[in-house]
């Protein structure tokens, strides 16, 4: 039996729920599968079709940690469990010392979570909490580097990327409904990523704004949404791009993956905004998987995610100049086929039948 204690789980949408997910599911192929996670609004019809075991927590948040503590516990007395795996540092830090004791214990990082100023009360309380773990699991060599610097033992910390359960069967329909937005356009540019300064979708909209003289069929597509919506359809509309940039605030999971499979760049040069910074970017794996080669940020974890010059490059996201000359580089004599050919190979590496593996291991 294998215990999983996450605050990030769907039908709530993001990477880490993405992640816990698919860790979940992996996880079930080798042994049955309890879950605890929050909960939220829309839960009780996606347990019902889902065949993992689920209990959620509800109440006030102070109060859900002791609670959900206090049932993990009562649930390891009461059962042979092999491990227990925690989404976050907080997940962790009301757990019970017995509890771990003599069970196997993961707490995954990620990297703004733990980007905390040594000496600060949440520092201390992030250490602490990771500390009563038996292995710290960082998504990236940057992840591992900054938790060090932070405080954390390196004897503690193993690196295993997220796992990618792409890709998947694409429906005619939505398939029709990607190439009709892509039409005749080339470049065919896409991000998947929540609409923060951080991702640095600005510098995008500016850059294709640069790229138009050059490619005169360009298109942008980008899916999500978030804070930075407002700005971007004004930016949008100062800069003329009506029919260069589509933004996608909402699409079915089927369609997004239609549209990384139609697209030929990924990208996302992501930078640091303040703690926020970015760990990994599994999004770059996931358009991978559809022969979709990618450009990423320097700064955080993506060199990770992206090999580069044989999958795609990195840039500096703040330096429009940088990554203008990094798309041109990317479809300078059709080198995106390339680069698109690759990435599916490496994208192989990250299938959650093998990524399961090095937790098996440790375990």
Same mark, same amino acid.
């Given at each position: 039996?294998?215990?999983?204690?996450?605050?990030?789980?769907?039908?709530?949408?993001?990477?880490?729920?993405?992640?816990?997910?698919?860790?979940?599911?992996?996880?079930?192929?080798?042994?049955?599968?309890?879950?605890?996670?929050?909960?939220?609004?829309?839960?009780?019809?996606?347990?019902?079709?889902?065949?993992?075991?689920?209990?959620?927590?509800?109440?006030?948040?102070?109060?859900?940690?002791?609670?959900? /503590?206090?049932?993990?516990?009562?649930?390891?007395?009461?059962?042979?469990?092999?491990?227990?795996?925690?989404?976050?540092?907080?997940?962790?830090?009301?757990?019970?010392?017995?509890?771990?004791?003599?069970?196997?214990?993961?707490?995954?990082?990620?990297?703004?979570?733990?980007?905390?100023?040594?000496?600060?009360?949440?520092?201390?309380?992030?250490?602490?909490?990771?500390?009563?773990?038996?292995?710290?699991?960082?998504?990236?060599?940057?992840?591992?580097?900054?938790?060090?610097?932070?405080?954390?033992?390196?004897?503690?910390?193993?690196?295993?990327?997220?796992?990618?359960?792409?890709?998947?069967?694409?429906?005619?329909?939505?398939?029709?409904?990607?190439?009709?937005?892509?039409?005749?356009?080339?470049?065919?540019?896409?991000?998947?990523?929540?609409?923060?300064?951080?991702?640095?979708?600005?510098?995008?909209?500016?850059?294709?704004? #640069?790229?138009?003289?050059?490619?005169?069929?360009?298109?942008?597509?980008?899916?999500?949404?978030?804070?930075?919506?407002?700005?971007?359809? #004004?930016?949008?509309?100062?800069?003329?791009?009506?029919?260069?940039?589509?933004?996608?605030?909402?699409?079915?999971?089927?369609?997004?993956?239609?549209?990384?499979?139609?697209?030929?760049?990924?990208?996302?040069?992501?930078?640091?905004?303040?703690?926020?910074?970015?760990?990994?970017?599994?999004?770059?794996?996931?358009? /991978?998987?559809?022969?979709?080669?990618?450009?990423?940020?320097?700064?955080?974890?993506?060199?990770? /995610?992206?090999?580069?010059?044989?999958?795609?490059?990195?840039?500096?996201?703040?330096?429009?100049?940088?990554?203008?000359?990094?798309?041109?580089?990317?479809?300078?004599?059709?080198?995106?086929?390339?680069?698109?050919?690759?990435?599916?190979?490496?994208?192989?590496?990250?299938?959650?039948?093998?990524?399961?593996?090095?937790?098996?291991?440790?375990?």
């Amino acid at each position: 039996m294998f215990v999983v204690s996450t605050r990030n789980f769907p039908p709530d949408i993001g990477g880490i729920q993405n992640l816990m997910e698919g860790l979940s599911l992996a996880l079930k192929k080798h042994g049955p599968v309890k879950i605890f996670a929050e909960k939220h609004p829309n839960d009780e019809n996606y347990d019902r079709k889902s065949n993992l075991d689920i209990t959620r927590i509800s109440g006030f948040k102070f109060f859900r940690k002791y609670r959900k /503590a206090n049932l993990i516990k009562e649930f390891t007395v009461n059962n042979s469990v092999r491990a227990l795996f925690f989404d976050h540092w907080k997940s962790i830090e009301k757990i019970d010392y017995k509890v771990l004791k003599n069970i196997p214990s993961f707490c995954l990082i990620h990297s703004k979570e733990i980007n905390h100023d040594k000496g600060t009360l949440l520092n201390k309380r992030m250490l602490n909490a990771l500390n009563k773990s038996s292995f710290v699991i960082a998504n990236s060599e940057f992840t591992k580097n900054l938790v060090i610097s932070k405080g954390l033992q390196n004897s503690k910390i193993k690196i295993i990327h997220p796992g990618c359960n792409y890709p998947i069967k694409i429906g005619i329909k939505d398939m029709d409904l990607a190439k009709e937005l892509y039409r005749n356009c080339f470049p065919r540019i896409i991000t998947v990523a929540r609409l923060d300064k951080r991702k640095s979708h600005r510098n995008i909209l500016m850059t294709i704004k #640069n790229l138009k003289p050059r490619y005169p069929k360009i298109k942008y597509v980008s899916i999500g949404t978030g804070e930075e919506m407002e700005n971007l359809k #004004n930016l949008k509309n100062e800069l003329g791009l009506g029919n260069e940039v589509t933004l996608l605030e909402k699409s079915t999971e089927q369609l997004k993956v239609a549209l990384l499979d139609q697209s030929d760049l990924f990208l996302m040069p992501s930078i640091i905004h303040k703690k926020s910074v970015e760990g990994f970017g599994i999004s770059f794996i996931e358009a /991978a998987s559809y022969g979709t080669g990618s450009i990423g940020g320097k700064a955080g974890g993506a060199s990770d /995610a992206i090999k580069e010059g044989e999958t795609g490059y990195l840039c500096d996201g703040e330096d429009l100049n940088n990554i203008y000359e990094s798309i041109v580089k990317f479809y300078d004599n059709d080198n995106f086929k390339n680069l698109g050919d690759n990435a599916i190979k490496f994208s192989k590496n990250f299938q959650w039948e093998k990524i399961i593996k090095k937790y098996l291991k440790l375990v």
